[in-house]
Each structure stands twice: as structure tokens, then as C-alpha cells.
């Protein structure tokens, strides 16, 4: 080998190591550039704009939260939404920015809980927001750790690693306002207690600063076994929470008990 062909193969050599040097540093480049960047465009600056959300599971689990004009609400429990909770998910999906680009391979989308939920076996989550201008969808997968998680785009080949950690819920009650009444025992008066089964008994006090609640009518030859047994009937009302919803029947259920609290 002649010392021009020598020439050559080092020049061809350099090249080839300088055109690699140059594709490296352009994908570098490329995922520095990505690196911070909302996942969904716009939707940060749109978030007033929301008029509805939806959460969908593979397992046919889903919720709609509908903004109206008295707030947030769950479509299929008609009743009130927790509004901090939803405000939180949309400025968490507003806030949210890729940490770094993870798998394009559709076979490996399961390992990161990204896959299309279309399969019952899917284990993400499909979270669509609709403004009257445009929606966005976004399939939430597995958490990385207490701060980041795995997503994709709808429809898009590239998966995420984003932040922060979103939470959601496609169960219908867990979207629930779950406030329901709050009445200070102190604030009670006097209550009607008709139980389901056996006689139907008064709690009164007749002063705020009366400690205790006297009982009436009382069973012949029977006594209180303490002077504040009655004190925390007064008290069920406070702070009083629901787990779960569902439409009443058409006619009240004849064996339920009833209470009426008068302040």
C-alpha cells in the first residue's frame, strides 16, 4: 500500500469519525432542546378554558368531569365535584414537562404503562381535556419515582419521562366533594330520634351552656347509664363525610331510620 492510498484511508477515516462527532452532538442537541418542554402545548395558558375531562382505563373504568355553572361536577354521579382536586390536575397537566425521551418502540410501551388503552390489559391512563378551542390526550403510565412519571402524547411514537408525578383517577367516586354537612355539636338543640326498629326517643338541652342532653320519654324503671350517654348523637353531624353516591328510588326505603336536628 502506497503511501497516497495511506493518505486516503486516514482523510476517509477522519471524516467518517468527524460526520459521527457531528450527528452525536446534534441529538444531544436535539433531547437538550426537549429537555423542560411542556408536554402539552398550549394547555398552560388555556387551563381557564377547560370545559371538561375526561379519565379512561382499558377496563372500561372512566369518569367525565363537566365545568358548569355552579363548578365542577362528576357526569356519571351527578353530583359536585372536589373542585381543589381537579384544579390540581389541570395545572399539574399544564405544568407538565419532559424530563427526557424514553422508548419510540410501540413493544415496549406495556413495560412503561403507555400503551393505548384500548386493550383491557392496558394499566395507564387516557386523559382527554376539551376547551372550545381544541383537546389534548395523554395516556398517563407507571410513576419513576415520587416526582416524575411515565406518559405519551395520544397518538404519538415517542414516550416521556415528565414532571410532575400526575394523579389520576378514572373511578367516578374518587372525584367526589365529600363534604356533605358540618354542624358544631354545640350548635344542637334538641334532636327527634326515630330508629328503624324500636321507640322513637328525644335528645333536648335546654341551655347552649348545658353540658349534657337529657333523654326522653326514658323506659319505666330505667336510667341512663351516664349523664352524657346522648352527647355523641349530638355530635354525628359534625364533619360528616360520603364515600359514594347513586340516585335515590323512587320511594323511600320504609325501614330507615330518621333524625331531625333543630339548633
Do not use: C
Not at 398517563?140 to 414516550?159: L, M, N, P
Not at 321507640?199 to 351552656?209: A, I, Q, V, Y
Request: proline share 5%; aromatic share 4%; no cysteine.
Amino acid at each position: 500500500m502506497n503511501a497516497r492510498r495511506v493518505g486516503v484511508l486516514l482523510v476517509a477515516g477522519l471524516a467518517i469519525i468527524g460526520f459521527a462527532m457531528w450527528i452525536a452532538s446534534q441529538r444531544h442537541l436535539e433531547r437538550a432542546a426537549l429537555t423542560g418542554d411542556l408536554v402539552l402545548a398550549d394547555l398552560e395558558r388555556s387551563v381557564n378554558a377547560v370545559t371538561a375531562i375526561t379519565l379512561r382505563k382499558g377496563d372500561g373504568t372512566h369518569v367525565t368531569l363537566k365545568k358548569e355553572a355552579a363548578g365542577w361536577s362528576v357526569g356519571e354521579r351527578e353530583w359536585p365535584a372536589d373542585a381543589s382536586k381537579v384544579r390540581k390536575l389541570l395545572l399539574d397537566l399544564g405544568a407538565l414537562n419532559i424530563v427526557e425521551e424514553k422508548t419510540r418502540l410501540a413493544a415496549n410501551f406495556p413495560q412503561l404503562g403507555v400503551e393505548d388503552v384500548s386493550s383491557p390489559q392496558a394499566s395507564g391512563t387516557r386523559v382527554e381535556i376539551v376547551s372550545p378551542a381544541r383537546t389534548w390526550a395523554l395516556i398517563v403510565g407507571k410513576s419513576s419515582s415520587a416526582k416524575s412519571g411515565y406518559v405519551r402524547v395520544a397518538g404519538a411514537a415517542q414516550s416521556l419521562l415528565a414532571a410532575p408525578l400526575l394523579t389520576v383517577d378514572a373511578d367516578p367516586k374518587g372525584w367526589l366533594d365529600r363534604s356533605l354537612i358540618d354542624l358544631a355539636p354545640d350548635r344542637v338543640r334538641q334532636v327527634e330520634e326515630k330508629p328503624a326498629t324500636g321507640p322513637s326517643f328525644n335528645l333536648t338541652r335546654d341551655k347552649k351552656e348545658q353540658t349534657d342532653f337529657s333523654v326522653s320519654p326514658r323506659p319505666v324503671g330505667r336510667e341512663l347509664s351516664s349523664a352524657g350517654v346522648a352527647n355523641p348523637i349530638a355530635s354525628a353531624l359534625s364533619s360528616l363525610t360520603l364515600d359514594d353516591v347513586a340516585r335515590a328510588g323512587s320511594s323511600p326505603d320504609p325501614k330507615a331510620a330518621h333524625a331531625l336536628y333543630r339548633t
